[in-house]
């Protein structure tokens, strides 16, 4: 593919415009996946999507609906239920000329493929001296709720994130998925996208042109003065609907879209805490040692002589997933929580 | 006598690398002493004749994956011996620029994506290469070199499934040495063949003699044919012994893991020593031209460390190179 054909993206949203043709359409998030992967697909040969049942009727909670159909299944393939061979076989294909796209339903299947993962994929360019690259491509989902229970609902950012060597994305917006997801296609560092699965059927303006975002970059979603909320994936809708509460009792909350947790975007943390003097970390992964104790810590280095108030971290419960509906409400941070939170650091 | 059926000048070939890659770990052994090459070093003396009777019918840009004792693959396939020396004295002018080390060698030039230290971890990067060049035609092949610990982990079997399953072609070449660091097989593997454990997947395997070059040969012949005519993955298990201890430049029968009887037996049958012995036996090779051939390797070798002494080590502002 002529991946270098390809623009960044220009801005952090896109706009549609009345009687423009082809150009910018309202898109779901599993629909702005579909076309990231389509396009990707139909431009360069070398891209192929492989995981376990991936063509099935359901195409990925609909994600890669009809691809298998159009591509047919050497493009679009089923595969053994091997996640670590298969992570293996996807990085030697990718050292060799393809750019893979392993596709796994659960993020919780992650964990068996963590010797090909951390040992080889994260590491070959290093090793080699940066003489042979693994552009791979990871999706994984995360799961939430209907019982879903320890092992369908885990939110393994932070394990990631550690690793050198690995970009670790979590869109949280439909134009974000399709932008970060054609980035990690078409770059060579190995990347892994995490979508929340509570995320797939919300809907933004999506231009229908392939177009690239970076890991690495944050975004403000909204402007603020009082406190700075850092949110990542699904979260970063709580935090706005929590801003929105919080403004009218008066307070103004800056929400940040961190959407890349490695590399991560320390500079707008930074200014941002410099701006409000508090800030407040939500992730969708557990507390500790994760992602929210990083933000913190950069926060803490960075700009401690700015904060008026011990930072906040707001994660799920450091216990597994529970099964049990009230126990699950119990387990999982809510936008009261948050703003409750908020008011406590006023 | 066993004897590939190939020209004079092909039998020298396979003579030279043999020599090349025994005299090369050689002089590891003799260097490592002083300290100056720090890495840990998995020497494969005893074992050469299953790099060269692979490698030597593989073309430049098939591929090959290796382990963590993969000096003698890299070298058999074609690799500069300046630029595995190097590697191996952490120098910026080395394969992997001083990142990699002894159990990291690489250079794509040569069909050598890279070399792993975690054990089965070659084996499914072969069969994604493999892939690769099935998807994009490009008539390569691609090689596994594996221990026999290796048909241990999960990755090696799910591994030859995927190969099965879509008829790869791919060969995996285990190195049964009979030991994965100082246990023996026997107190990790139930009684048989490690060939056998291809049959489940339908993969075409064989158990052969690691230390006759003309058998590997005659076995790896076929495997790449079949590979290369679409007919799918081989798993090939050669018997062979590595003379030194699992890791460095001393032998460890000392320690008591295996006795010193065991290691002469195998060194009665080295691999290179039995391969003269037959093209001279053959008598249209005379004992001068080898000899003459050892001379010429071992001014290669010695060309090769003493480049060592005119690279630069890498400048510490460049740590943070090549992570992404």
């Known amino acids: ?32 996946i579909r076309e990231a992967l389509d396009q990707a697909l139909s431009q360069d040969p070398g891209v192929f999507l492989i995981g376990e049942g991936i063509d099935d009727y359901g195409g990925v909670f609909g994600s890669i609906i009809g ?43 992650l964990p068996m493929s963590m010797d090909q993962i951390i040992n080889h994929v994260a590491k070959w360019s290093y090793m080699t001296g940066g003489a042979v690259k693994v552009p791979l491509t990871i999706r994984a989902i995360i799961g939430r709720g209907w019982g879903s229970a320890a092992q369908h609902s885990q939110s393994l950012q932070a394990l990631f994130a550690h690793i050198p060597g690995l970009n670790v994305v979590m869109p949280a917006t439909p134009y974000d998925a399709k932008g970060m997801l054609l980035a990690a296609i078409a770059g060579t560092t190995p990347t892994l996208v995490l979508e929340h699965r509570w995320l797939y059927d919300q809907v933004c303006a ?25 949110g990542i994936s699904y979260m970063v809708g709580e935090l706005m609907l929590a801003a929105e509460e919080l403004e009218q009792s008066g307070i103004s909350a800056e929400v940040i879209d961190l959407r890349s947790v490695s590399p991560i975007d320390e500079q707008i943390i930074v200014d941002s805490v410099r701006k409000t003097g508090r800030l407040l970390v939500a992730d969708t992964g557990w507390k500790r040692c994760g992602i929210s104790a990083e933000v913190a810590a950069i926060a803490s280095e960075r700009a401690f002589d700015a904060l008026r108030a011990p930072v906040c971290r707001i994660c799920t419960a450091d216990c597994p997933t529970p099964a049990s509906p009230v126990l699950e409400q119990a387990f999982y941070p809510n936008v009261a929580g948050i703003v409750a939170a908020v008011r406590e650091m006023m | 006598m066993n004897l590939p059926d190939i020209s004079k000048t092909e039998l020298l070939r396979l003579y030279e690398s043999l020599t090349r890659i025994r005299l090369f770990e050689e002089r590891i052994v003799d260097l490592y002493h002083e300290q100056e090459m720090k890495t840990p070093v998995h020497l494969c003396i005893g074992q050469e004749a299953v790099a060269v009777g692979v490698c030597s019918q593989l073309e430049r840009e098939d591929y090959i994956f290796s382990t963590h004792r993969s000096h003698g693959h890299c070298i058999a396939k074609g690799m500069q011996l300046r630029s595995i020396a190097a590697e191996l004295y952490g120098m910026d002018s080395g394969c992997a620029r001083g990142r990699g080390g002894s159990m990291h060698l690489v250079d794509p030039d040569c069909g050598i994506p890279g070399s792993t230290a975690i054990v089965g971890g070659s084996v499914p990067l072969a069969v994604g290469a493999a892939l690769s060049a099935k998807m994009q035609g490009n008539g390569r092949i691609a090689v596994a070199f594996f221990g026999d610990g290796a048909t241990e982990e999960g990755s090696f079997h799910e591994s030859l499934n995927f190969a099965a399953l879509h008829k790869l072609p ?3 070449i285990c190195e049964n040495n009979f030991y994965a660091t100082n246990s023996h097989i026997k107190a990790r593997q139930p009684a048989g063949r490690i060939a056998s454990k291809g049959a489940g997947y339908g993969v075409p395997s064989h158990t052969a003699d690691g230390n006759s070059l003309g058998v590997v040969y005659e076995f790896a012949a076929k495997a790449i044919k079949l590979a290369r005519d679409g007919g799918g993955p081989t798993l090939l298990e050669f018997e062979t012994y590595r003379w030194k201890s699992h890791v460095g430049p001393a032998s460890d029968f000392q320690t008591g893991c295996r006795s010193e009887s065991e290691l002469l037996k195998w060194k009665e049958r080295c691999p290179n020593k039995l391969y003269r012995t037959d093209i001279l036996k053959a008598g249209m090779i005379s004992s001068e031209e080898l000899d003459t051939i050892d001379k010429m390797i071992k001014s290669e070798i010695d060309d090769s460390f003493e480049f060592v002494r005119t690279c630069k080590q890498p400048d510490i502002n460049t740590l943070l190179d090549y992570v992404c």
């Open chain 2, 170 to 172: 791919v060969i995996f």
């Open chain 1, 67 to 109: 691809l298998a159909q159009t591509y047919g299944s050497s493009r679009v393939m089923d595969m053994p239920l091997a996640e670590n061979g298969l992570t293996g076989i996807c990085a030697g294909a990718a050292m060799t000329g393809m750019r893979p796209v392993l596709i796994h339903m659960r993020v919780d299947f």
């Open chain 1, 1 to 32: 593919m002529p991946w270098t054909e390809i623009q960044a993206a220009s801005g952090n949203t896109a706009k549609k415009t009345a009687g423009q043709v082809g150009g910018v359409r309202d898109l779901s998030y599993r629909d702005a």
């Open chain 1, 206 to 230: 999506v231009p229908e042109e392939p177009y690239l975002i970076e890991a690495g970059s944050g975004v403000i979603r909204r402007s603020g003065s009082d406190v700075t909320m850092v």
